[in-house]
T-cell receptor, first 115, second 112 residues
Framework: GAGVSQSPSNKVTEKGKDVELRCDPI?????LYWYRQSLGQGLEFLIY????????KSGLPSDRFSAERTGGSVSTLTIQRTQQEDSAVYLC?????????????FGPGTRLTVL | AQSVTQLGSHVSVSEGALVLLRCNYS??????LFWYVQYPNQGLQLLLK??????LVKGINGFEAEFKKSETSFHLTKPSAHMSDAAEYFC??????????FGQGTELSVKP
């Protein structure tokens, strides 16, 4: 079946603008994760969703970052008032359930460039 | 809190030579450990994982890793490198119920 998809694949924006990044997980996967990959910080966890439970937002770097997951499927990561340090590749992953032993399947990422 | 250290940000081997990528972890509980590979402009793909049971884990593309609790290590090996193995490799430990803590990554180059 189809893997995790993300859109757009590339996004260039100006400092101060808001951006929305979309993730479509694998059908039937109840757990969804967002990570950020940047040169300086490597791969960092941002947020996860598990079913109808409250999301774990512990990795969000500031209150400019937010995410939602509608209907237990598609997720949107929103960055308000973007800054140059937000430039990175944003990766989405999904797994069958929220469990430490489960494989996470990653999407191809959205490359965000803030000018 | 868990953490992962990958020794060597760049490793270069000749085609046909042994590949050894080092990973050490820190965890206060029995860890779930993973190796992921990332090819240029692609997402991460699981190579192998250790959860419980046999400490020598075999993965895709001829890779394997051994969990050594006494050394807190989970090194990745492949007996004979192929040009197509050139990529970036990430070791990770699962924290709590599933979020992954990644090492800084090791870029593997394979020389003909």
């Amino acid at each position: 079946g189809a893997g995790v998809s993300q859109s757009p694949s590339n996004k260039v924006t100006e400092k101060g603008k808001d951006v929305e990044l979309r993730c479509d997980p694998i059908s039937g996967h109840t757990a969804l994760y967002w990570y950020r990959q940047s040169l300086g910080q490597g791969l960092e966890f941002l947020i996860y969703f598990q079913g109808n439970s409250a999301p774990d937002k512990s990795g969000l770097p500031s209150d400019r970052f937010s995410a939602e997951r509608t209907g237990g499927s598609v997720s949107t990561l929103t960055i308000q008032r973007t800054q140059q340090e937000d430039s990175a590749v944003y990766l989405c992953a999904s797994s069958l359930e929220y469990s430490g032993s489960n494989e996470q399947f990653f999407g191809p990422g959205t490359r965000l460039t803030v000018l | 809190a868990q953490s992962v250290t990958q020794l060597g940000s760049h490793v270069s081997v000749s085609e046909g030579a042994l590949v050894l990528l080092r990973c050490n972890y820190s965890s206060s509980v029995p860890p779930y450990l993973f190796w992921y590979v990332q090819y240029p402009n692609q997402g991460l793909q699981l190579l192998l994982k250790y959860t419980t049971g046999a400490t020598l884990v075999k993965g895709i593309n001829g890779f394997e890793a051994e969990f050594k609790k006494s050394e807190t290590s989970f090194h990745l090996t492949k007996p004979s490198a192929h040009m197509s193995d050139a990529a970036e490799y990430f070791c990770a430990v699962a924290q709590g119920w599933g979020k992954l803590i990644f090492g800084q990554g090791t870029e593997l180059s394979v020389k003909p």
